[in-house]
């Protein structure tokens, strides 16, 4: 796949202090970002929505709907 950006001038400066080519050096960066997010991210993240949306079960607003709490906002 091939992707056009546009690159930071610091981030070309980088690159050329490497001695390497800015395609080189963007493809390091964005190697290196993608090793740090690990699955054990991933499931932390799921795992805090799972939680969220379990809190959120039976919570009611009795007889007031969205747009009543909207517009009482406005208010």
Request: proline residues 3%; aromatic residues 2%.
């Amino acid at each position: 796949m091939q992707v056009t950006i546009n690159i930071p001038e610091e981030l070309a400066e980088q690159a050329r202090a490497r001695g390497v080519a800015v395609e080189v050096y963007v493809e390091e960066v964005l190697a290196r970002e993608a090793q740090q997010s690990t699955p054990k991210d991933l499931r932390a993240v799921g795992e805090a929505l799972d939680r969220i949306k379990e809190l959120s079960k039976g919570n009611i607003l009795g007889d007031l709907k969205i747009k009543d709490l909207i517009n009482e906002g406005r208010k």
